[in-house]
């Protein structure tokens, strides 16, 4: 992500270390023996956590490549609403 604005940078870290907090948990889920139910409803909050994390990261590089130089060009938020429209 070179060339990105340093906070969309920060964005995209600070959803990635939610979700691998997420999924340290669910490794302990597992480790304890717990609910598969809880598990499985643990296991869907990380996949989430991913799948933000990937479109915001395809959002951020979309708009540095639809701008071009002067900055003309949708904005970040109205390109991410439109990738998660796609899931």
Known sequence: MENTDPAEVKAVLN???RAQGQL???ISMIEDGRDCRDIVTQL???SKAIDRA???VVAVNLK???TGENGDG???GE???L???LV
């Open 15 to 17: 959803r990635l270390r």
């Open 24 to 26: 340290a948990a669910v």
């Open 44 to 46: 869907s909050a990380v």
């Open 54 to 56: 990937a479109f915001k």
């Open 64 to 66: 540095a490549c639809v």
């Open 74 to 76: 949708p904005d970040e």
């Open 79 to 81: 390109l991410e609403k």
């Open 83 to 85: 990738f998660m429209s």
